[in-house]
Every structure is written in C-alpha cells, then in structure tokens.
C-alpha cells in the first residue's frame, strides 16, 4: 500500500510543471534525484508513540494522509513530499495523554543536502504535545528542503508547535502544514524563520471543531538577496471558533517578501472571531515587500478583522537610542530586537528566545 | 407569544429607475461586434481618421484577449448579444424644452434639470449611445471653461483630445477597456484653465433606455494648474430580462497644484454588467478625490485608480457599495504612489444582504521613487443576513523603504451590544439598527452634494418588522 501510495505521488509529481511563483519572480526547481537522508532527526523525545513510515502504519493511517483537495505551497510541493520523502515521522499520541515533548532536528549538511519530509502529527481526544522543530545546516552546503505535514488535533487536545528555522543562504526551505482542529482543541504555533535563500512556508488551518482554537505567531528576517513567500490561512468552520495570526518581520539589504493571510468564514460558524496582522520594518532602500491580507466572509454573526503596516524604524526610539550613546546599527538592531520579543515572549525556554535573539543580531550585523 | 421576525432591510426602490420609455431610434448598429460595425459607427459620428483607427486597433485588441477569470464570472456575458451604438431619435440640444418629451421626462424623475436650476453649474446628459442634451452656465463660460460632449470636444478642440484620449486607459488595458476603444460613444469632454476654481459642480447623467444594449460613454477632464473642479457623475438604467452592458472610461488628468473631487452615484439596474474603468494622473501637490457609490448592477468591477506622478501629489477614495439580491458588487481602489512624498486614503464601506455578494479588492503599490509616501486604508463591510458574502482582498506592493503605510479592515453584522444600547436610551430595535446602518455609510453621505446625500439615505431604505419578545 505504501509502495502504491509513494507511486502515484510521484507519477502526480513528474507530471506537474515547476511553479513559477510570480510575486517574487522565481521559477522553483526540484532536485533531479532525492538521495537518503541518513540523520536521525528525533533529536529527544519523552514518549514512546513516534514511528517510522512502514508498509503496516501506511494501511492504518491512510485516511489520515489523503486529504480532500491541495493544500499546502502546491501541489508539486505536496507530491513531492508524499512520493519522494527521504524521512519523516508518525507522531500519534493516545487519548488523554499530556505532558508529551520531542524536539526534531530537520538539519542539512554536506552528506545529507536534499531533505524532504513527510509527516504525520494525531494527537487524539484530550492529549497534549509541544513539538519543537530546528532547521539548522552546516553553512556550506548547497541545499533543498521540502517539508508537508498533516496535523489533527482531535476533541480537546492541544499542541504547541515551535518552528525555528535558522539554514544559511545555501539553503532552499519549503514548508506546507494542514492543521485540523476538533471541538475545543487548541493549536499554538510560532514559527521563527531566519534563514534560506528562498522560503516558502504554507499553513492552512481548519478550524473544524465548536470552539476550536489556533493562534499562529511568525517572525521572519530577510537579509542579502532572500526571496520569501509566507502564507497562512485559517478556515472557520466551528462556532465559537477563534483563530489568530501575527507575523512581525524586518528586510533589509535587497529581501523580497510576499505575506498572505486569508481568513475564511464559513457559514454556520456563528460567533467566531479572527484576526490577522502583519508589521515589517523596512530598512533598506532596495526591499520589496508585499502583503495581501484577504478576508472571505459568507457567515453574518462573526467578527473578522485584518491590519498590515510597514514603514521603517521608528525615527523617535531611534533618537532616543542613540542619544544614549548608541550608535546607529546598534539602535537599529535593538529596535527590530524590541519588535519581536512580544512574540518571542511565546516560546516556553528562556534560552530560545536568546538564541534567536543572537542570531538575528548575527544576520543583522551585530556584535 | 407575538413570533419574533428577522430583521429585514429593503432592497433600494428603484421605481423611478425602472421607467422605460418605448424605444425610438435614429439608428442602431446589429447586435454584436466587428470591423464594419466599428466604420459604421465611426462613419455615423463623421469622426476624423486617427480616431476610426484607434477604434479598429481596439477591436483588435479586444479580440485577442481573455475574458478575465480573477474575478465575478462574466462567462455568461455574451456580446454577440448586444448593440454597441443607438443614436436616439433626436439631436443634442442645449435647452430641456427641444428634448423629446418622453426624454425629458425620464431625465424629470431623474431629478436632473432641477439639479441643475438649483445646484449646478452645467449639465450633460446621455440617452442610450448620445448626449441628448448639454449645457454650461455662462458664468462657466466666460471663466473659460470647457465643457463639452464628446463628440462634439473631438471635432472643436481635436488636438487637445488626440493627445490625452484613451492614453491613460489604453486599449491594451484591459479586455473591456479594449471593447470601450472600440465602440465608445457619448461622454463628456471637461477643460478648466489655469487657476480657475469652479466653485459648483458639474454632472454628466448617463441613462441606458434601450433593451440588450451596451453603454459606452468617455469622459475625459483635464483640470490645468491649480484650477479646482467638481464632476459629477450619474448613471442608471430600467431593468430588462436581457443583458445590458456598461463599459466607460474616464481619464482625469489634474496639473500641478488643481484638485479634482470625481463623485458617482451608480444605480444601473440588476441586469446590467458594469465593467467601468476610471483612472487619474495626477502631477506635482495635485489632488484626486473619488467619491464613489455602487448600488445597481448585476455585476460591477469597478476600481478607480490614481496614480500619483508628481511630488506631494495626493488622493482620497471614498466609496460605499450596497449589494443586494443576485448582485455582486466587485469594487475597490488603486493607487500608484510614483512621487515623493506622495498620500493617499483609502475609505471604503460595504453592505451586503440577501444573497448579495460585496467584494473589496484593492491595490497599493509604492515604487522606488515614492520616499516619503504615506498611505493609510479602511475598509469596512456589514453584513444584513445570513445568506449574503462579504469579501475583502487588498495587495500592497511596496518597493521603497521610506514609506509609512497602514491598512485596516473590519467585517462582521451589527453588534448586538450597539443595537441594546441605543435601546437602552429609548429607541426600538428598528429605530436602532437603521441608525447604525446610516452611521455606517455616514463617511460618504457627508461627502456627497446634498441632494446626493438626501438620495442616498433614501436608497438605504431600513424597514423592519420585528418585534421584541
């Protein structure tokens, strides 16, 4: 089943062109052949129920890998991942467990340069699972990742789900989730992307369930020549639902960046609510930003609002700053720093936010 | 127990809009489109060459493109289907009384020659593919005011019109933009000289009596250094079981230092695609003004653009959509923000009820010339029930980083907990949502002439039958 499952995603696959992603300018090319990727990308974990994709676990859970239409960056992002993943994990966790944690390595390095990963998160009625995924590389290797994960979050569970990703220029990211939340489940996702050359990140949530909960939080860099493509969408089926995104972002040098945000109220989902903002700083005369925050709206008793901003520094934080003896980059820095910390604030270890904090300093030019 | 009924809000009254006269023509082109339909209108306006070959261009144009698929479906829009041009049964006039009786009643009920009697300072109204009647007040005149149909602008000031017509639109625009190339016919033709200020309005009426017919009038204004206009545009039509088209254009050209106020009432009826582009170039601390308001047609795409060329120079958009029972209302705003610093605002309300669909779409661009360039927009769309759709999609598209732009937008009904206040302080639940609704359009109403303003509210027209339990 399996066997047959990988064979038609990549008979879809060869069949699809390359995406030519027009916002940005860019034709996205795949890598001829998909290598092994021989790392272990369960970097700690403290249950037992994570799996490798075998013939058996493909026949239990395939109603939970065919979906019912494309989601995700596209559909040759998707095929790809489905016919022609090199890893990838099951992750179901039982009714009712809590206190579930792992930690996934999604790293790239010279022996290991094309990276493409399929996965499966369940977490059943009333459990609990944080997920921490890191995209690091070893700064020399010219390198693709292509990521699609399918998420159900069933009747009361909840997941927090932190992404960092930190690859270097070398580095192509794709990354597609679809995240289905039951009757009083909550997701909780921050998603911190730094790095890569050209990124493409995708969630779409359906918020399925009465008072379901999903509440997306993004910050993002973009230094040198980086082209990046971030969309997220949250769908309103359940009453009482409430979804929420949050992206904060800086551009300097000659980055390029497209945000999209769609919020789609669906009839019936009475009394929901849901939100979505976007800040970039600007900080060089040769960015280009664009944002289209959509809001689709066939239910009357919802509250549903959108904000997107961008302008450059705040010119008195800078003058204040500097006339405590900074100097401008450093201002500068502290200023973007300052910007994201609401968000960072989020992530459950003080040392993340550190490290993040560091490294944003390292692509901003800091000391 | 007295049962609790939903909320109604009524559809706008459109009888007065709905009178059709019987149909008297001079000519007509057979329906559909080609190259000896296109002569013969060009034939029938006695037009000069350049112009016959602008328009066959055009078709040809029109002929190689798609009909867009990005937004409301108009795979049922057959033009085949339609007359592109019917000159009425009469000749333009500059005095009501030469207007054919049936005419100038239907332009009575309009409310127009009293308009003009009370508030206007000149008047143009097009009946089916002609302007019927024009007239400007002296006072205009000897300003050195221009203000023409035209046809009549193409042949007395052909210069003039040969360098600005259908530059800032041109064919290649877009398909419809490329069918208006073509077929145009009527319009208005406004020059305000340096440093005159118009202090009261001018309106252009357009009315489309004619069954399965298209409308397809230019207007095109130049308002020259620091020089000040207020245009007014009208336009509706009866309602038919057949397809009718509109496909204007109009291109504002305002100098360095004028200012422009562009407002439309447009009330076409529910059978009628409205595929109108409208752009403004405006140069150096210019001002562009949209005051805009779509109520009728089955199906609008309409969104005035402006582009900012000049330093400083500076627009406002101000619409408000209302759409009901088997209408989708497609509309929105453009701006190019080209110059340093320039502005723009960008206020937009949406009303949607009874399976009616209204829809902002939106685009911002900042180039890399625009430092400096601020840009702040709102939108706001209410829904009246459950079976109606309210969508808003904006794209911004900055290539500059000394920039300060915002965007907003809000959708949802009216708040209970607004509607209990106003209760609260004495007022019935009726009384109280037909304020929040007429607060919600307010914005606009208050930027309209008065007599527009008065018509407005008349068409928001809240009647409820509820009862509180």
């Known amino acids: 089943m399996l066997k047959n499952y990988r064979a038609q995603n990549i008979k879809e696959y060869e069949m699809l062109p390359n995406p030519y992603w027009k916002r940005i300018n860019e034709e996205i090319l795949f890598p001829e052949k998909v290598l092994d990727y021989n790392k272990d990308i369960i970097a700690e974990k403290n249950f037992d129920n994570v799996m490798d994709v075998d013939e058996e676990l493909c026949f239990k859970y395939i109603k939970y890998l065919e979906l019912d239409r494309n989601y995700g960056l596209g559909e040759k992002f998707l095929r790809f991942s489905e016919g022609l993943s090199n890893t990838g994990l099951f992750i179901d966790i039982e009714a009712g467990d809590k206190g579930n944690r792992a930690r996934i390595d999604l790293n790239i390095d010279s022996e290991n340069p094309i990276l493409v990963d399929h996965n499966l998160i369940i977490c059943r009625e009333n459990s609990e699972l944080d997920i921490f995924i890191n995209y690091e590389d070893d700064k020399k290797t010219n390198g693709f990742h292509n990521g699609f994960t399918k998420i159900y979050v069933e009747k009361g569970a909840k997941l927090n789900l932190y992404k960092i990703q930190n690859y270097s220029q070398e580095i192509q990211h794709f990354d597609s989730s679809v995240i289905f939340v039951d009757e009083d489940a909550e997701v909780n996702i921050i998603d911190v992307q730094l790095g890569s050359k050209l990124k493409g990140v995708n969630y779409d949530v359906g918020l399925k369930g009465d008072r379901s909960f999903c509440d997306i939080k993004n910050v993002y860099l973009g230094t040198d020549k980086d082209k990046m493509d971030f969309n997220y969408d949250i769908n309103f089926l359940g009453r009482n639902s409430k979804g929420y995104v949050e992206s904060v972002g800086a551009l300097t040098d000659k980055a390029w960046k497209v945000f999209r945000s769609t919020e789609n109220f669906i009839k019936g989902c009475k009394k929901s609510e849901g939100s979505a903002k976007e800040y970039v700083i600007l900080l060089n005369k040769d960015v280009k930003s664009h944002a289209i925050p959509a809001l689709f709206c066939t239910e009357d008793d919802v509250i549903g609002d959108h904000a997107a901003s961008a302008g450059q520094l705040d010119g008195n934080k800078m003058f204040y700053l500097m006339n405590r003896g900074l100097d401008k980059e450093a201002a500068k820095i502290l200023v973007v720093e300052s910007s994201f910390v609401p968000i960072l604030e989020g992530l459950p270890e003080e040392n993340m936010k550190k490290t993040i904090i560091n490294l944003v300093k390292d692509r901003l030019g800091g000391d | ?469």
Request: with cysteine.
């Open chain 2, 1 to 469: 127990m007295k049962s609790r009924k939903k909320t109604y809000v009524e559809d706008i009254d459109r009888t007065i809009y709905d009178i059709s006269n019987k149909e008297r023509h001079r000519f007509a082109t057979i329906k559909g489109l080609n190259e000896s339909i296109i002569k013969e209108i060009s034939k029938e306006k006695d037009e000069p060459k350049w112009m016959l070959d602008l328009r066959l261009n055009s078709l040809e144009i029109y002929n190689s493109k798609p009909v867009p698929t990005w937004g409301p479906n108009l795979s049922e829009l057959d033009l085949d289907n339609i007359v592109h041009y019917i000159r009425p049964d009469t000749d333009m006039s500059h005095s009501w009384e030469e207007v054919p009786e049936d005419i100038k009643d239907t332009f009575e009920r309009l409310g127009i020659p009293q308009a003009e009697r009370e508030s206007l300072a000149g008047v143009g109204a097009q009946y089916d593919s002609e302007v019927v009647y024009h007239n400007t007040k002296e006072e205009l005149t000897r300003q050195g005011v221009v203000y023409l149909d035209m046809e009549t602008a193409v042949k007395e000031y052909e210069d003039i019109v040969k360098k600005y017509f259908m530059t800032l639109i041109p064919p290649s625009y877009h398909k419809y933009a490329a069918l208006h190339g073509a077929v145009w016919s009527g319009g208005s033709f406004v020059y305000v000289p340096k440093g005159v200020k118009v202090d009261i309005p001018i309106q252009s009426y357009f009315r489309l009596n004619a069954k399965g017919a298209g409308q397809f009038e230019h207007t095109l204004i130049i308002v020259d250094e620091c020089a000040e206009l207020h245009f007014i545009e009208g336009c509706s039509a009866p309602v038919y079981n057949v397809q009718n088209v509109h496909a204007g254009a109009v291109e504002l050209f305002i100098k360095k230092g004028a200012k422009l106020r562009y407002s439309t009432i447009e009330n076409w009826s529910k059978n009628m695609y409205n595929l109108n582009t409208k752009r403004a170039l405006v140069e150096e601390e210019g001002t562009i003004e949209w005051v805009s308001g779509s109520f009728g047609s089955r199906i609008s795409m309409l969104y005035p653009m402006s582009i900012l060329k000049g330093r400083r120079a500076k627009s406002e958009f101000t619409g408000v959509t209302f759409a009901g029972e088997g209408q989708i209302l497609d509309t929105g705003a453009k701006v190019l923000l080209a110059a340093p610093e320039t502005s723009c605002i960008i206020n937009s309300k949406s009303i949607s009820k009874s399976g009616g669909v209204a829809m902002y779409r939106g685009l911002l661009q900042a180039t890399k010339e625009a430092s400096g360039a601020k840009a702040a927009v709102n939108c706001e769309s209410l829904m009246l029930d459950n079976d109606s759709k309210s969508d808003t999609l904006p794209i911004m598209e900055f290539k500059n980083d000394n920039i300060d732009i915002g965007h907003e937008a809000k959708i949802g009904r009216i708040p209970d907990e607004s509607i209990f206040y106003l209760m609260s302080r004495g007022m019935s639940e009726e009384e109280a949502k037909a304020m929040i609704v007429r607060g919600f359009v307010e914005p606009i109403t208050k930027e309209l002439p008065l007599e527009y303003a008065v018509e407005l509210n008349n068409l928001i027209d809240i009647e409820l039958e509820g009862t509180i339990d």
